[in-house]
Structure formats: C-alpha cells, structure tokens
C-alpha cells in the first residue's frame, strides 16, 4: 500500500531564518507531488506541484521554493522566512496526470514564524 | 479565476440532526470531489462525482453533484459525534482544469 511521510510535524521559526519541509511517498512510483498551504481556518491554496523529477510548477509567487531531487522526494524550502508563511503546510500526491484526481495527503507541518 | 465557495462556513448541530453543505463554482466543472479534515488533521479523500446530476451515498452521507456541473452538496443524516471537522469540496474545471479547494464548512456536533 501507498503511504506519505512529511516532516517535521511542527516547528517555530523566527523571521529571517531558512526552512526545510520534506515528503516521500511509499509504495508507488512516479507520482504526482503537490504542496499545499492552509492558514488558520482557511482552506487549501496549492502552492507547486511537481510531474516527475527535477519538474516544478509554481502557481502562486511568494517566498518558497520547491524541488524533486528524487522520484518519491519532495521538498519546500525558503531562504529567508516571512511572518505571512506562518500556516498549515500538506504534502499530497496523486496517481492523476492531469491534475484533477484524488490527492492523498500527509499528515501535515505547522509552522510558526515569530 | 474560477472560485469555489461553501456555505455555511461554520455549522453546530446537536447530535442525530441533519447537516448540509453547499459547494458552488463559477465556473462548469468536470469533477467534484469531497474531503473531511478532522480537527487538528489531515484532509481525507471522501468520493468523488462526475457525472452531471449524480448522487453517491456513503452510509449516512449523500453527495450530489448539480445538472449544470456547476454545484454541489454533501448531506449528512442524523450525526455523530464522529462527524466533527471541516468539509471540503474541490471542484477542477475553468480554463486550466486545476482542482481548487472550496473554503470549507467546519461542522459541529454537540452530544
């Protein structure tokens, strides 16, 4: 079976500061990665998402950053964090090639920026 | 852009009452999907609708998807406690047929 591990599970950052946010996906190969962020009470705005290695999609303009070094490999990162990237940060993937298909989902990373 | 609303955006129930949930879209859609995100959780895939008109049922929830592809509704009947968290639809359609999270109705049950 398919599983998604994402972490960490929450981390306090202050301002300034980098940020690295992993996912990996098991039990499946050359899936569909996507990393969406949640603010408090909100729904859910994608943020990249990613059809094989090395091949990102960004579709908001912001602070972060993401890559695929690996298959089953996905990382966020941010050289300089902003108080505005405080939220709810999932890792998904899909089987779906066209974008539009069920997202399995990791169990999340809550990040606080002070 | 397309945009995808819900309402309400939040719901308390007592208990063995019914709840609905609505989900609209501005634009025609070629799917639907459904997500409960417990609280303090992750979003969990719950069905997803394609045909125009379609109902599912999930034992004591119903989805339906619009005739115009262009709304949808998840009716719970007589909740539990079980069914707290927030309900999210998803609807991918408009000129890039990306999926786009509708923003979320938080549900809940009071004992």
């Known amino acids: 079976s398919q599983t998604i591990h994402q972490w960490p599970a929450t981390l306090v950052q202050p301002v300034g500061s980098p940020l690295s946010l992993e996912c990996t996906v098991e039990g499946t190969s050359n899936p569909n990665l996507y990393w969406y962020r949640q603010a408090a009470g909100r729904g859910l705005q994608l943020l990249f998402y990613?059809?094989?290695?090395?091949?990102i999609s960004s579709e908001v303009p912001q602070n972060l950053s993401a890559s695929r070094p690996q298959d089953r490999q996905f990382i966020l990162s941010s050289k300089k964090l902003l108080l505005s990237d405080s939220g709810f940060y999932l890792c998904?993937?899909?089987?779906?090639?066209?974008?539009?298909?069920?997202?399995?989902f990791g169990e999340g990373s809550r990040l606080t920026v002070l | 852009g397309q945009q995808v609303m819900q309402i309400p955006q939040y719901q308390h129930v007592q208990e063995g009452e019914d709840f609905t949930t609505y989900c609209n879209s501005s634009t025609t859609l070629s799917n639907i999907q459904w997500y409960k995100q417990r609280p303090g959780g992750h979003p969990v895939f719950l069905i997803q609708l394609v045909k125009s008109g379609e109902v599912k049922k999930q034992k004591r929830l119903t989805f339906q998807f619009g005739e115009a592809k262009k709304n949808s509704s998840l009716h719970i009947t007589a909740t539990q406690t079980t069914d707290v968290g927030t309900y999210f639809c998803?609807?991918?359609?408009?000129?890039?047929?990306?999926?786009?999270f509708g923003t979320g109705t938080l549900l809940a049950v009071q004992p």
């Open positions: 998803a609807g991918a359609g408009g000129a890039t047929n990306k999926l786009i």
């Open positions: 990613s059809v094989g290695i090395g091949q």
């Open positions: 998904a993937w899909s089987w779906d090639r066209t974008n539009t298909g069920e997202l399995f």
